[in-house]
Structure formats: structure tokens, C-alpha cells
């Protein structure tokens, strides 16, 4: 099941147009749920891609699946260090950036907006988005943008368009496995 929900919501993480993508998924059992992601992770680490529980609650998962190495060229970016201090971040190893983020979902009376960095939005729509609490927005697609509408409104469409083909790629595949299974 989670293969599906992989595809569904992060096609353009998993084909490296994007950093990183956030799924909320059934998990009636933590132990089933770890399993699985341990299951992912062994497959995917190899390819550089990195799945994470951020938080559970009652039978969801708060899933994150990203590319090390793409957040960790977004964290070099101008002014994204010094954005992540004033919550918190202190230091920036994948590992303690990750626990930082689990932490402040956890203890936070509101989400964390700085996951947006996490996804790889820019940090312009990142502070836009804070300091206007969601509004005032110049387009909505993956995200509310409020710096570069033309740019965002272009890597909406390639996301759109990359999820599209890997969920017909999929649904192919589930529909060819089980016409083998039917016919055996």
C-alpha cells in the first residue's frame, strides 16, 4: 500500500525534480508501518532518496520522503541557515535537521511553516507565507506563492505532469500483475 501512496504524492521527489514531498498514511501498527518504511528505505537509500516518519498520531503516519542531497543544496542557499536558527536549528546534518523538525511538530501549538524548506520551496514563499498567516498569496499550486509566480507556476506543471506519468507507469503495472496472476 504504501507503494501506491509513494507514486501518488512523491513522483517528483523520487524522479529528483523536487526536494522533497509530505504524505500523511494509514498505520494501524507502528511496528507494520516501521517495517514497511524499513522495507522502502533499503530500496530507495541506494537511489538517494531517504523516507521518514515525522509524527504519528491515532492510525496516520506523517510521512517525509526527500533527497538528501538536493535539501542539502537548498540549506546552502542564501539566508536558509539563518531562517532554520530562529527555530531552533542549530546544527544542520541531515540527521539533526530531521530531529529538530520531528521535535518541533511534535511540541508545536501550530504546524511548523519551515517544512516548506524541508520540500524545497523557496524561502521567499517560505517568510511570505509566515508572515502573511496564508494570505495575500500571488498563485496556489504545491504551494502558496508569493515571490516568483511564473517560476512556481512552471515547476507546478512539471509536477503535475511527472506524477501523472508515474502513476500510469503504476497503475500499468499493478493492472499487468494482476492480469498475470488471474491468468495462472
Not at 22 to 45: E, M, Q, Y
Not at 147 to 169: E, M, P
Amino acid at each position: 500500500m504504501l507503494d501506491h501512496f509513494l507514486i501518488k504524492n512523491c513522483a517528483p521527489t523520487l524522479s529528483s525534480l523536487k526536494t522533497g514531498n509530505l504524505f500523511n498514511c494509514p498505520s494501524s501498527s507502528r511496528k507494520k508501518t516501521d517495517a514497511i518504511i524499513s522495507h522502502w528505505n533499503k530500496l530507495l537509500n541506494p537511489k538517494g532518496v531517504s523516507i521518514h516518519i515525522l509524527h504519528r498520531r491515532a492510525e496516520k503516519a506523517l510521512v517525509y520522503v526527500c533527497r538528501k542531497s538536493k535539501l542539502k543544496q537548498d540549506f546552502q542557499k542564501p539566508g536558509v541557515k539563518e531562517f532554520l536558527v530562529k527555530y531552533g536549528y542549530s546544527e544542520f546534518s541531515f540527521e539533526c535537521c530531521i530531529d529538530r523538525l520531528k521535535e518541533r511538530i511534535a511540541n508545536s501549538e501550530s504546524f511548523p511553516h519551515e517544512i516548506g524548506l524541508f520540500l524545497g520551496y523557496p524561502l521567499g514563499d517560505v517568510k511570505g507565507f509566515i508572515e502573511n498567516e496564508g494570505r495575500n498569496f500571488l498563485c496556489c499550486g504545491e504551494w502558496k506563492v508569493y515571490c516568483d509566480a511564473c517560476s512556481a507556476g512552471n515547476s507546478f506543471r512539471q509536477y503535475k505532469k511527472c506524477r501523472d506519468v508515474y502513476v500510469k507507469l503504476f497503475e500499468g503495472r499493478i493492472r499487468t500483475v494482476y492480469q498475470l496472476t488471474v491468468s495462472v
